[in-house]
């Protein structure tokens, strides 16, 4: 008897799937309503997959390093004051501040920069390198803008 009842029960939702399915066939397609939030949803994620991208290897100068807070922000006001072309980052790495400067994609691109430098920084400057934040204007091929 149960065997009779699944066996039952097993045609009637085989039947009610295959009406499902000739419904949908006989009307010629399916209609697909989408919300237009979903577009500006997938713009938005784009944008930051291409910030993602940005962070590349390359090189920043080195002005720096030492471990007080207060030299530390001296220095780094000081480089902006010099050279307000370049973005100024001030870095922690325990128990050291650096200060570096510039985002540059060759050791050469930054090794000018530090030529400039070596006079106004005595205590040495240094061409390390470091993880860059490519702005939209620097990066070759990019005509898109968000």
């Known amino acids: 008897m ?11 939702i085989g039947g009610l799937a295959m009406a499902q399915e000739a ?18 949803l ?13 962070n590349q290897p390359g090189f920043r100068v080195q002005v720096v ?5 207060n030299e530390a922000n001296d220095v ?7 050279f ?9 790495q325990a128990p050291y501040f650096k200060v ?13 920069l530090r030529e400039k430098m070596s006079s106004s920084f005595p205590g040495g400057v240094f061409v390390v390198p470091a993880i860059i934040n490519l702005s ?5 091929g990019n005509e898109e803008s968000y």
């Open 2 to 12: 149960k065997h009779l009842i699944l066996l039952f029960s097993g045609l009637l």
């Open 23 to 40: 419904t949908v066939a006989s009307s010629g397609g399916v209609k697909v309503v989408k919300d237009s939030r979903l577009d500006l």
């Open 42 to 54: 997938i713009k938005k994620q784009i944008y930051i997959n291409t910030l993602a991208i940005r």
């Open 65 to 69: 390093s030492t471990n007080k807070r």
């Open 76 to 82: 780094k006001a000081r480089a902006m004051q010099l």
């Open 84 to 92: 307000p072309d370049y973005r100024t980052y001030m870095d922690y």
């Open 100 to 112: 570096r400067i510039g985002d540059f994609k060759t050791r050469e691109e930054a090794a000018e």
């Open 136 to 140: 939209p204007e620097k990066e070759a």
